[in-house]
């Protein structure tokens, strides 16, 4: 009944934002941060300054970063991204914005300029002075090798090219998800806990100039209070099974 009520939506809104958490890519073997298996439960994350100003902060995050990149690299979308970019085919999205690092909304079909990063990719590296992005694997390689940080030719500190705790956020990016959200008529949030900030705030500024939120997650989240429809479960089984629904009712 919820998928139909879902597939109902899309098919009479005209301006569906899209905004996906780490939920949306468990299914794809990429552990989450903050549920109760979360990355956090068990490591204390890097602040940006501190990997600024401490070379030991420096190799703990660089450490913790390898820890994990067999696991992003190789990971592949799974149907609930697939579902997503059959709906962006379809034209039935606007936009889509994630805090997903990880790259597999744009490995499903999206066009790498649809997709609004909102904390960075972990599938690049960046160097924090002169701004060059790198490949990760020989960059990852070297730090195994040598377990120091590693440096830019210019002699700025690499960092994969994600937004750390205390960095400040992208201004295009959040400008342009605002902007997605003081248009849309549909919102809805996948497999996120919306309780970061300012990103949480972007769904719910949907929800504020008029649009209908639809949240789909496994566990509560901080603005469940706020949903006009909301979903428990798994987004791999719930998004494929509202985009069949859509198809039939768009007689494709």
């Known amino acids: 009944m919820s998928t139909s009520r879902l ?10 934002l899209v905004f996906t958490g780490a939920g949306m890519s468990t299914g794809s073997g990429i552990p989450d941060f903050r549920g109760p298996q979360g990355v956090w439960k068990r490591r204390r994350p890097v602040y940006y300054d501190e990997f600024m100003t401490s070379y030991e902060a420096r190799v703990l995050h660089w450490d913790f970063k390898l820890e994990g990149w067999l696991q992003f690299r190789d990971a592949k979308p799974n149907q609930a991204h697939l579902a997503l970019s059959e ?8 936009a889509l914005v ?9 490995l499903a079909g999206h066009p790498e300029g649809r997709v609004i990063e909102l904390h960075g990719t972990n599938r690049e590296i960046e160097c924090q002075t002169c701004g060059k992005r790198m490949d990760p694997d020989p960059i990852f390689a070297q730090f195994e090798r040598t377990r120091k ?21 992208p201004y295009d990016k959040l400008t342009g998800a605002f902007a997605a959200a003081s248009r849309a008529d549909l919102v809805f949030a996948i497999g996120s806990t919306l309780e970061v900030e300012p990103a949480a705030s972007i769904p719910r500024s949907a929800k504020e100039h008029g ?20 979903i428990e479960g798994d987004a791999t089984a719930i998004l494929p099974d509202a985009v069949d629904e859509l198809r039939k009712l768009l007689g494709r």
């Not at 597939?7 to 569906?16: E, G, I, P, S, T």
């Not at 440096?151 to 750390?164: D, N, Q």
């Open 7 to 16: 597939a109902n939506l899309l098919k009479n809104a005209d301006r569906v």
């Open 87 to 94: 709906l962006d085919q379809m034209g039935r999205l606007d």
């Open 98 to 106: 994630t805090q997903n690092i990880d790259g597999l909304h744009q």
């Open 149 to 169: 940080p590693p440096l830019c030719e210019c002699g700025g500190f690499l960092k994969p090219a994600t937004i750390s705790f205390g960095q400040a956020m």
């Open 211 to 230: 649009a209908l939120y639809v949240i789909i997650n496994q566990g509560t989240t901080a603005q469940d209070h706020l949903a006009d429809l909301r």
